[in-house]
């Protein structure tokens, strides 16, 4: 497996310098050696998949150098070194041999696919946020209970800040949710044959300086019904501090936010109970001041509801979208997201 890592590797380098055809995959396939390679050469959706996170990793490094560039290499090499564990190791022990290979195949392609995001969306040059990515993988079986547990978080290294407040935020909850999820060992077969755990994240950049971390979870871990919610914090690059709401809105940003919630979240919900502690005043102002709700993006806001906050579970989740317009009056012009307002 670790003979993968420079074959790839050779791949990014030699698409930045410009080595290599403009198709199929960024490495050379004669050279492959490892499955998750030989898996990206048999497809060729993957091929290109595979190029265009080369592409984004190649155009990164190039606007870096020093310390930037050589933090940007060291954690490409560590996601590449990851990947083997990820998307086969645990397919082989949790899957039967005929599923195997669509599971890999579909991994591999969700992992290049994220990973070209988040290269493609980090600032470049002196912006350079020095953010990694770590991860936990776990699996196994417990009796007749198969169970894959995935995680992957945000790591803030950039020198001289402190940002253990931040990272250990981003780290705790899914090694945490991981630690308590896995099947006891008097399980019953009845709670279901395969346990999933998932939790991925996004990173953007709502103004310079500014990251929002937006981590998904999705889990099965037996019954009739699986699990599902999103989080989300803002960190300040300079100084490593966990922005709360207050930090970033003013005025009655409270009463803003609710009448546009509710009003969105009506017409999302044809048939919702107007009594619905959720989309009450009330009720919708208790669920507005948990700053892990607000998704801050460069293209607007995000504002996210769990299961059971604003209708019955069987309705799931929603979502409401708020452009930086309608927040530009309660934005606060001193804060950290000042420019938004002018």
Sequence with gaps: MK???????????????GALAQSGPSFDCAKATSEVEKTICRHRLLGEADRKMAGAYAALHGTLSGAARDHLATDQVRWLAATPRTCVDSHRVVLPKSEVEEAVRDCVRDRLAARADLLAGLPTGAGYPFIAEQGLVEFG???????????????????GIDYRG??????DGPRREIAESKPPDDVSPV???????DSSHAVTFPVPGVAN????????????????????????????RLLGLDDVLDGDWLGLATALCIADLRGQIPASDPDEPGLTDAGMRK????????????????????????????????????????????????????????
């Design 213 to 240: 971390v937006a981590i998904r979870m999705d889990a099965y871990l037996g019954g009739s019904r699986g699990i599902a919610n999103e989080s989300a914090m803002l960190v300040d690059l300079a100084s490593g």
């Design 141 to 159: 079986r417990v009796g007749e209970i198969a169970y894959r547990f995935v995680a992957s978080w945000p790591r803030f290294e950039a020198p």
């Design 287 to 342: 669920l507005l001041v948990d700053a892990a709700i607000w998704m801050f993006r460069d293209t607007g806001v995000s504002v996210f509801f769990n299961r059971y906050t604003v209708a019955p579970g069987a309705a799931g989740s929603f979502s409401v979208d708020l452009t930086w317009d309608q927040l530009k009056p309660v934005i606060r012009r001193d804060g950290p997201l000042g420019s938004r307002a002018r």
């Design 166 to 171: 931040a990272n250990a935020r981003a780290a």
């Design 3 to 17: 003979r993968s890592v420079p074959v790839l590797l050779a791949g990014l380098l030699l698409t930045a310098s």
């Design 191 to 197: 709670m279901g044959a395969r346990w999933s755990y």
